[in-house]
């Protein structure tokens, strides 16, 4: 009250809301892909100019939460992953994930509410069975009882992660997703191939497993990614990029939603008021039979 007063005797301008956001999880451009000459997605530096119009126009998209699946062979490094991105944490002592955590994020995409719900499932084999049970799309159904299916509405996220220094965790890796893929063959998910552990390499590993990790991610048709969660190699650039791929695949499906919508609705047009209009205007045969009109 007093500062108040003070403010209005010395005649001061009250000060500027400043509302802070938070520039990891706030976007206003395409973030690159790991390598912009390997991927089957986006090498533009920014969205696309028409999907930012489409963005000004008054009818806005309504975006439902976009599934992102991790799967991989167990202590591959799924969580970490995760939890350095949505807690900035790291643990070196290694604990099992049972059956499936989630996270969720939210995000600011060109001015957009968009969230990522991140589904880390098992990689020990004894939950495997589990872990496919949630990456089943709509048109499956758990055949788990106890087990909530996520009905995956818009295109979902699948991210085959691998150890980069365990070879053979890269073939595990392409299975992983092969099988996630067979459960999502409704819509077609975007496919990140991620490479975790990068600090555990050295300069002359790190680039033979880049080598192949590139190959069998074009085999893939996946973008490839190599991270670590101990150091925080790319992590935010993977999230960032993963959220504003999947954020325009959203986009672009919401409107031919509604582009498919307003066609129908114009073909009907037509149709409906030539009916209503003659009705009205001359009135039905049988009325006039019944009103006794020869003509
Ligand atoms: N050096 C190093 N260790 C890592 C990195 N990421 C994870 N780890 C370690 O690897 C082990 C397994 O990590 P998790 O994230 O639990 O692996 P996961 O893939 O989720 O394993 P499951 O839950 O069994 O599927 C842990 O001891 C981590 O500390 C990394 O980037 N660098």
Excluded at 16 to 26: A, S
Excluded at 161 to 173: C, F, N, Q, V, W
Excluded at 189 to 202: N, Q, R, S
Excluded at 222 to 229: G, L, P, Q
């Amino acid at each position: 009250m007093m500062s108040h007063t003070l403010r209005q005797n010395l005649l001061l301008p009250t000060p500027p809301t400043v509302t802070l956001h938070d520039p990891r999880t706030h976007l206003r451009h395409l973030p690159p892909a790991y390598s912009t000459t390997q991927t089957p997605y986006s090498r533009e530096k920014d969205f696309a100019p028409q999907l930012r119009y489409q963005l000004e126009l008054p009818r806005k998209p309504k975006l439902r939460p976009c599934k992102v699946i991790f799967v991989g062979d167990c202590a591959v490094g799924k969580t970490a992953m995760v939890n350095r991105f949505c807690y900035d944490k790291f643990q070196s002592n290694y604990k099992a994930t049972i059956g499936v955590d989630f996270e969720l994020e939210n995000f600011s995409i060109l001015g957009h509410n968009f969230s990522l719900e991140m589904w880390d499932t098992a990689g020990q084999e004894r939950f495997k069975c589990i872990a496919g049970a949630y990456y089943r799309n709509a048109s499956g159904r758990s055949s788990y009882a106890y087990i909530p299916t996520i009905y995956i509405t818009s295109s979902p996220v699948i991210v085959a992660a691998y150890d980069m220094s365990k070879r053979e965790s890269l073939e595990a890796a392409k299975k992983w997703l092969s099988s996630a893929l067979n459960y999502n063959t409704a819509q077609k998910p975007l496919i990140f191939l991620v490479g975790t552990k990068a600090d555990l390499l050295t300069k002359e590993e790190f680039m033979r497993m880049e080598r192949i990790a590139g190959l069998a991610a074009a085999e893939l048709r996946a973008e490839f990614w190599s991270v670590s969660a101990r150091s925080g190699y790319k992590i935010t650039e993977f999230f960032q990029r993963l959220a504003a791929l999947a954020f325009e695949a959203a986009v672009q499906q919401q409107l031919k939603t509604l582009q498919a919508t307003a066609k129908e609705q114009t073909t009907q047009t037509p149709e409906k008021s030539h009916k209503f209009d003659l009705r009205n205007f001359f009135g039905s045969r049988s009325d006039k039979q019944k009103s006794g009109c020869a003509c």
